[in-house]
Every structure is written in structure tokens, then in C-alpha cells.
């Protein structure tokens, strides 16, 4: 069974740092991208950025590059999402996804729990 | 980046009732389109790939259609469950844009 996990909420203070994780198993972690999504409170979803395991490609979306990097250690099956200056903006609720054992465009058949990070001073 | 626009932003329907969202892409993306559905306080769920392929364990009354720019989920006979918002996301290139999202209500 593909499963995502992620790591529980977040509150922290405008300026610091942040790193959240996913971490997958049932499926061959190396071989399929993994992405970040964000949902803002009462709002739609939104396509942060991508990373292939296998060779850490990562693409972002023009709204997030720069603003945070996502990463993952094939070693432990899980991807970050981290931020070096958090802003009371970035609150929200985040969410992996992944294709699992499937073509990516095929979309996103996998989610975590979600992540919901406050930012608050 | 392509931009995806969904219609209607809401709609109101009954137990029963078709309906019928539309998302439009502002560029060609052949048939790579996925639909998902997002209940309050859960995670999206993937409901249509590749436009008109129906995900394992999705029922039937749901179906989607198009390709190129213009693409539609149709629900056929509306169930209790269904309420919830359902977005488009087009997954022919980097970044995988979502659409704005429909929420459908209960009339």
C-alpha cells in the first residue's frame, strides 16, 4: 500500500526557519517524483515545486523559486520542504503528493496528511 | 506557465441532478488533465487522469471528457457525498497548474 507521511503541524515566529517532511513507502521511493502543494486558509490549491528522488531534479514554480527548497534523502524514502525566513504569508496547509507507481502525468494518485504550518508573531 | 480556469467558481444542485464543471487551459495540453475532489479538512483525491480515465474505486457517475484547452467532469446523478470542491490540474508541463477550484453546494 503506497502510503505518504508527513510530519505534524508548525507554529513558529516570522523570520525563522522551517523544515517539514513526507515520508513514502509501498512503492519505489527513487522512481517517481514527489511534490509540494500548498493551500492556503479557505483557498484553492497550489503547485509549489517537484523533485525526482532517483537523481534530486527539482523543479519549482516561478510563485516559489526562491521563496523555499525542497529536497529528499533517498536513503529514508522522504522529501522536505523548508523555508529559511518564514512569513506570516506562508501559513498554510501543505500537502505531498506523488504519482506512486504511476506515470506523473497521470496526476497525483497519493497525498500526505497534510502539514499545517502557522507563522505568528 | 499555463493558467487553468475553472467554471463556474460554485454551483448549486440537488440530490440526484447532473452536472457538469469545465476547465479550460490557456494552451494546448493534449489530454493530460487530472480532476481531483477535496472534502473540508482532507486531502485532494484523484478522481480523473489523463482527461477521461477514471481512477481505481471512483464510481462511475463520474466522467471526464476533452482535450486540447477544453476539457469537462461530468457528475451524473448527484450523490450526498459529492458535495465538496473539485479542481482541474493539467499535467503536460512544469509547473502542473491547479484550476481555481469549483465548489459544488447543496441546493
Known amino acids: 500500500e503506497v502510503q505518504l507521511v508527513q510530519s505534524g503541524a508548525e507554529v513558529k515566529k516570522p523570520g525563522e526557519s522551517l523544515k517539514i517532511s513526507c515520508k513514502g513507502s509501498?512503492?519505489?521511493?527513487?522512481?517517481?517524483?514527489i511534490g509540494w502543494v500548498r493551500q492556503m486558509p479557505g483557498k484553492g490549491l497550489e503547485w509549489m515545486g517537484i523533485i525526482y528522488p532517483g537523481d534530486s531534479d527539482t523543479r519549482y514554480s516561478p510563485s516559489f523559486q526562491g521563496q523555499v527548497t525542497i529536497s529528499a534523502d533517498k536513503s529514508i524514502s522522504t522529501a522536505y520542504l523548508q523555508w529559511s525566513s518564514l512569513k506570516a504569508s506562508d501559513t498554510a496547509m501543505y500537502y505531498c503528493?506523488?504519482?506512486?507507481?504511476?506515470?506523473?502525468?497521470f496526476g497525483f494518485g497519493y497525498w500526505g496528511q497534510g502539514t499545517l504550518v502557522t507563522v505568528s508573531s | 506557465d499555463i493558467q487553468m480556469t475553472q467554471s463556474p467558481s460554485s454551483v448549486s444542485a440537488s440530490v440526484g441532478d447532473r452536472v457538469t464543471i469545465t476547465c479550460r487551459a490557456s494552451q494546448g495540453i493534449s489530454s493530460w488533465l487530472a480532476w481531483y475532489q477535496q472534502k473540508p479538512g482532507k486531502a485532494p483525491k484523484l478522481l480523473i487522469y489523463a482527461a477521461s480515465s477514471l481512477q481505481s474505486g471512483v464510481p462511475s457517475r463520474f466522467s471526464g471528457s476533452g482535450s486540447g484547452t477544453d476539457f469537462t467532469l461530468t457528475i451524473s446523478s448527484l450523490q450526498p457525498e459529492d458535495f465538496a470542491t473539485y479542481y482541474c490540474?493539467?499535467?503536460?508541463?512544469?509547473?502542473?497548474?491547479f484550476g481555481q477550484g469549483t465548489k459544488l453546494e447543496i441546493k
Open positions: 503528493a506523488s504519482s506512486g507507481g504511476e506515470w506523473l502525468r
Open positions: 490540474q493539467q499535467a503536460n508541463s512544469f509547473p502542473h497548474t
Open positions: 509501498g512503492y519505489s521511493f527513487t522512481s517517481y517524483w
